[in-house]
């Protein structure tokens, strides 16, 4: 799909720099140095965009001391994790909601706020997208990986937060990311859509899952469409993917053809599953739909939904 990349966190030709990932640590005092803000995986943003401070910075005295590498712009960028930061009054009651839509602001920073990716994701740039989920997705995998898994001590950041060395038995981990497949299925005219239990009501998107050990990307697609509402899958085409830091997913956007058509649904993994008109498609994205609502913007569910019916996907 030759607009495959335009897709949101499609990345933007950041120079990750690995090979000055072990002198991190030095290069981060340069005074070109800049360096963005998370606090629990949201970034700090002020006019839709990333704040970028310097070192010494004085919102830098709430951040943890191991920062993320990101790479180079006109000078290294890393990322500061302010999570043991905790704000005045108390925003932070939605932030386990669909889609937190608290703010929170430092004072060291005025007029920037710490804003849930998935609200702003679309609004940043490129290169912002990038570093962002970049940052959130390594921080989070940092929080879930304190301990080393060969023996269990406690694991330290290394290598500018692209790995974590064991003291103990010298094992080394990197951050892991998870592949997904999400399949825009077709049969003739039709796309098969799903919502699972919880989603807001009347939201319906296309059906995913996680790729298994073993498992190639079209096996995943078929079993996973099998499995969800039980159709049956034939030719399967990749088109298109997205790094999905929630927490730690590598979406891949592919196109199936169904060789059936009846829906059984496995309610423990979906409410509903339905076909849906190329006519009704359009009626969705212009908000006239009854029942159905659109996938959200900026995923790339939503991506291939709209490029299917504008007939991009060459
Ligand atoms: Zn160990």
Known sequence: MKIAETVTFGGSGLDRAAHLRGQAAVIAQQADAQIVLLWRGKPMVQDGALVRVAPGHAVLDDAS???IFLGCEDGPVFAADLSAWTPQGDAVESLNSFLDASLQEHPAVAGAQFVELRAIMTQLSPRDAEIAATARAVFGWHGSHRFCALCGHESRMAMGGWQRDCPDCGGHHFPRTDPVVIMLITHGNAVLLGRSPGWPEGMYSLLAGFVEPGETIEAAVRREVFEEAGITVGDVRYLASQPWPFP?????GCA???????????PAEIEDAVWVTREEVAQIFANQHPKILPAR??????????NWLADRFD
Not at 248 to 252: G, N
Not at 256 to 266: F, M, V
């Open 248 to 252: 730690a997913s590598l979406m891949f």
């Open 297 to 306: 913007k900026g995923a790339i569910a939503h991506f291939l939904l709209k």
């Open 65 to 67: 001391a191991d920062m």
């Open 256 to 266: 199936g053809a169904a060789t059936s058509t009846k829906i059984t649904i496995d």
